[in-house]
């Protein structure tokens, strides 16, 4: 059975899916119905209905699957008047902008018995899987840390693809970007899901290199019940790229995934090896509508901790990085910038499990002014 597919926001992030839906649809799995965007869809396949208005689109269409690839304050309605109308969400991450609007949209889930799935597709990685098991079967010996390092490299051109991009509000609404909320939304993730605890004490230091209200350089250090702790330190402003590096060590042995690439190295390896055969969310959903029994790889319920997190994360202010430490590159289309010395701090930062201003990065803001979250209660 061919589910039929809409696409919500067709631009950015949604020409990924357009490419995704076209290659599901040359293998006969979905049938790409209707498109939909405020502005103009360029090159609409024959066939296919163009819309302004999804409410309109939804209503006419009636698609199987509706994915939303829009800003993240209008997941929640989106996502809701889908589900309502009967069709299944493929909705892009990060889900929803706090806790609330998760468990409303859980209800909706319960209340129609629709399918909601989150555009965390790193979650399908088969490397992860395998990690995870090595951890059950106690490979690595009971876990201590989990440590992240990503630098990328994000120019000029990214933070004009949207209003949104780089603000906490837009037209009055709340909005959420910034390194941990979007783009290495889904390093903080694989650390949930690698550890599958919640953190009791969120300490996290953000920093800006652009005039901007949210992060694009940050450090966040996890204390999990179980006493695990976990660090993650990112950057979009690097000086060299890293696509983002998962240490797992246990009292016995550790692991390394990198989680872009599905590449892994487990005790006994003598290097990264690929684990191939990562699957596709929107194939995953299909294949739930078809059979029940198939279960879902990223259901919203399973992102309920990442939603936890990330309102603990966005509470936090937000530091100018001193201009004399940020270096103009010009190695992209589009000039950009780079922060002196931030692969080798990265590197130190997640070795030590320490915060940039415990490293007394130059350009880091003093202890005295992180935001700790214990227990759901800043500090």
């Not at 390092?149 to 949104?164: C, F, L, M, T």
């Not at 289309?333 to 490293?359: D, M, V, W, Y």
Request: net charge negative; aromatic share 4%.
């Amino acid at each position: 059975m061919t589910s039929t597919v809409a696409l919500i926001g067709v631009g950015g992030h949604g020409r990924t899916h357009r490419r995704t839906v076209a290659e599901l649809e040359s293998a006969g799995v979905v049938r790409l119905v209707a498109l939909c965007d405020v502005a103009p869809v360029e090159d609409p396949p024959p066939g296919v209905a163009v819309y302004r208005n999804h409410v309109a689109m939804i209503d006419e269409i009636r698609p199987d699957i509706v994915i939303t690839c829009t800003p993240p304050h209008t997941h929640l309605s989106i996502a809701t008047t889908a589900m309502r109308r009967g069709s299944d969400v493929l909705l892009e991450k990060p889900p929803v902008l706090n806790v609330a609007e998760h468990h409303a949209l859980l209800d909706v889930v319960a209340q129609t018995g629709r399918a909601c799935q989150v555009g965390f597709q790193a979650l399908a990685s088969p490397a992860l899987a395998e990690l995870v098991t090595a951890i059950d079967r106690n490979e690595l010996g009971p876990l201590q840390t989990v440590t992240v390092v990503g630098a990328w490299k994000r120019d000029d051109s990214y933070y004009r693809r949207g209003p949104w991009v780089g603000r906490q509000r837009v037209d009055g609404h709340p909005v959420l970007d910034g390194a941990l909320a979007n783009p290495f939304a889904h390093a903080v993730m694989q650390v949930l899901a690698i550890v599958r605890d919640h953190p009791v004490r969120v300490e996290v230091e953000r920093y800006r290199t652009r005039d901007i209200e949210v992060d694009d350089t940050a450090a966040l250090r996890l204390t999990f019940d179980t006493g695990v702790r976990a660090f993650v330190a990112v950057t979009l402003c690097a000086e060299e790229f890293v696509p983002g590096e998962i240490a797992v060590t246990g009292t016995d042995a550790a692991a390394f995934l990198e989680y872009p690439t599905d590449r892994l190295q487990l005790p006994g390896d003598a290097d990264l090896r690929s684990v191939p055969g990562r699957p596709s969310l929107l194939a995953n959903l299909a294949a739930h509508r078809i059979d029940p029994a198939t279960a879902l790889i990223a259901p919203l319920s399973r992102t309920l901790a990442f939603t936890e997190l990330l309102e603990s994360i966005t509470a936090s202010p937000v530091t100018p990085v001193d201009p004399a430490w940020v270096v103009p590159a010009d190695d992209m289309p589009h000039p950009r910038r780079a922060i002196s010395g931030i692969n080798g701090t990265l590197r130190l930062a997640a070795q030590q499990l320490a915060l940039f201003s415990e490293l007394a990065a130059p350009w880091a803001v003093p202890a005295s002014l992180r935001a700790t979250t214990t227990k759901g209660t800043r500090e």
